[in-house]
């Protein structure tokens, strides 16, 4: 079945750091992949999108590319903010047109000043 | 862009009490809606997959008698948690299926969650 595979964290990072947290992912067919974001205390956000290959998601300063030929979506971002501090999961949705979320493990970002 | 309502945002209660989350998109009709659950530390699990007008589809492993979803409307799910025991405490988090204005591809909203601890 589908799954996807993160870095383990915590990733500890000074602010204005580069941040890479890897994303890769095994799955049938051509599915979507997302980055999704956690505060503190708070539920799941959306962060990112791409819904094919060598489509590249960004917000907020944060960047992934679908890579299929390497399976993997990695989420960076050039110069972090402690406001950037907070759980980030990868995630697909099967090509199937079943549109459930297969979540990886999360990567808890701290971020110092 | 889409919002999800969860309500309540947390709640506390008794040991053997029911308690009832509730799922609304606010701005868009869902005619599927899923619940997830979040242990400390740890991802988010399926529970389970609620379609509008029929039956909820559980995952394996799920107490569908211990966890009732109905969806009644396109715009609102609930959860309950029957006879809730201290185990039960966790994070619940539901997401509705909306689909995207420009690549008509499915995205998830997700709802605040709702944090429920049984005493």
Known sequence: GDSV???EGPVTLSEEAFLTINCTYTATGYPSLFWYVQYPGEGLQLLLKATKADDKGSNKGFEATYRKETTSFHLEKGSVQVSDSAVYFCALSGSSGYSTLT???GTMLLVSP | GAVVSQHPSWVICKSGTSVKIECRSLDFQATTMFWYRQFPKQSLMLMATSNEGSKATYEQGVEKDKFL????SLTLSTL???SAHPEDSSFYICSARDIDGLSGANVLTFGAGS???VL
Not at chain 2, 69 to 72: C, D, G, L, S, Y
């Open chain 1, 5 to 7: 595979t993160q870095m």
């Open chain 1, 103 to 105: 979540f990886g493990k």
């Open chain 2, 69 to 72: 979803i109905n969806h009644a």
């Open chain 2, 80 to 82: 309950t948690v029957t």
């Open chain 2, 115 to 117: 944090r429920l601890t």
